[in-house]
């Protein structure tokens, strides 16, 4: 099993343009979230996913999008790149339990310029 | 909201123990994890309290007390590659959405 895979590893933009972070686990995890982390403020939650068709947001929702189409891949959509989403993105999934550790992707270092 | 507070940075010997302390404010409790991350990578699960208590898993421990708002995490018999940040993070209510702390930079040295 290869866990939680986020594409690409680096990334950068310039402002106002978009893309799209990619996530896919293939653990059959219900539950799919992505976070930012950034240097003195810990990772917060941007939006999160408990099951294939159902998405809602997190502490950090705007200037992002998600989909989850399957249980396999929640896509984190940027729509116009400002700098202050310059930080590393992660993605999570885990599953429905008491005990839902969270295993997260190797990360994305995005730089907007 | 949640706030939740963790000292920036400690050090400590190796083959010693150090203690890291994380406290809490929230409503809806249900359940603290630590996360260890090591630069450059992604976090990985150490640990999960919910009850008030002591969870033992080898070299690490944590601990709860859910009337205090207040955890630690105990590392023993330290190694240099346990050098990395400790979050801890916790969970309100259902699902997998986890509030983390800023994290803890543990330094081993000789």
């Known amino acids: 099993n290869a866990g939680v895979t986020q594409t690409p590893k680096f990334q950068v933009l310039k402002t106002g343009q978009s893309m799209t972070l990619q996530c896919a686990q293939d653990?059959?995890?219900?539950?799919m979230s992505w976070y930012r982390q950034d240097p003195g403020m810990g990772l917060r939650l941007i939006h999160y996913?408990?099951?294939?068709?159902?998405?809602d947001q997190g502490e950090v929702p705007n200037g992002y999008n998600v989909s989850r189409s399957t249980t396999e891949d929640f896509p984190l959509r940027l729509l116009s790149a400002a700098p202050s989403q310059t930080s590393v993105y992660f993605c999570a999934s885990s599953t429905r339990g008491l005990n839902e550790k969270l295993f997260f992707g190797s990360g994305t270092q995005l730089s907007v310029l | 909201g949640q706030n939740i507070d963790q000292p920036t940075e400690m050090t400590a010997t190796e083959g010693a123990i150090v203690q890291i302390n994380c406290t809490y404010q929230t409503s809806g409790f249900n359940g603290l994890f630590w996360y260890q991350q090591h630069a450059g990578e992604a976090p990985t699960f150490l640990s999960y309290n919910v009850l008030d208590g002591l969870e033992e898993k080898g070299r690490f421990s944590s601990f709860l007390s859910r009337s205090k708002g207040y955890s630690y995490l105990l590392l023993k018999e330290l190694q240099m590659k346990d050098s990395a940040s400790y979050l801890c993070a916790v969970r309100k209510g259902g699902g997998n959405k986890l509030t983390f702390g800023t994290g803890t930079q543990l330094k081993v040295e000789l």
């Open positions: 653990m059959n995890h219900e539950y």
């Open positions: 996913s408990v099951g294939a068709g159902i998405t």
